[in-house]
């Protein structure tokens, strides 16, 4: 047999080895008889299933998770806890609650705030550098991914995405 002939025959191999794949798996039937399902489908119950048993079901499928209380520390050591390293995202400050949303490095420094007021109404969105000063709060020093506020005696620092082990490094830094 020639080189010539055994890759001839591969070729029609090949394509006949496509041609079963295609219809096995991706060829959908003109006829409604061919196109009828071949797997087992669950019949429904004759009568409509109790709130009770519904439940228990769904609960089997989907357990419960206890919702975790939100906590908004005024201040780096309230959200400190035991071992100090978590800070959080979210402030009060002279009546208004600061969240940081982002703090971007690539360039001169800026950080992006919700800021709404305590008594609640509408949300404002900020872009704030270093040295702005909003709603009597001043934008002290944006460093990585942390944010320094200051009213007047009282200074807050803000962070997102901390990782105790980064040792708080800016993102210029990492990836250097």
Do not use: C, Y
Not at 9 to 19: C, D, P, S
């Amino acid at each position: 047999m020639t080189p010539r002939t055994q890759v001839i025959i591969l070729a029609a191999v090949l394509a006949l080895a496509g041609a079963v794949d295609f219809v096995q798996r991706i060829h959908v039937p003109r006829s409604v008889a061919t196109r009828e399902a071949r797997i087992g489908a669950t019949e429904l119950p004759e009568r409509p299933l109790s709130l009770a048993s519904a439940r228990e079901r769904l609960q089997s499928w989907f357990p419960a998770k206890a919702p975790e209380p939100e906590v908004t520390p005024t201040d780096v050591q309230d959200a400190a806890g035991e071992s100090g390293a978590t800070i959080p995202d979210r402030a009060d400050l002279g009546g208004w609650r600061f969240i940081l949303r982002g703090v971007f490095d690539a360039g001169p420094p800026f950080a992006v705030f919700d800021i709404v007021s305590s008594a609640g109404g509408a949300i404002e969105q900020h872009r704030l550098s270093a040295g702005d000063t909003i709603k009597g709060v001043r934008v002290q020093q944006i460093s990585g991914r942390k944010v320094s506020l200051k009213d007047g005696d009282n200074v807050v620092e803000l962070a997102l995405f901390i990782d105790p082990e980064d040792d708080r490094v800016s993102a210029k830094e990492k990836d250097e």
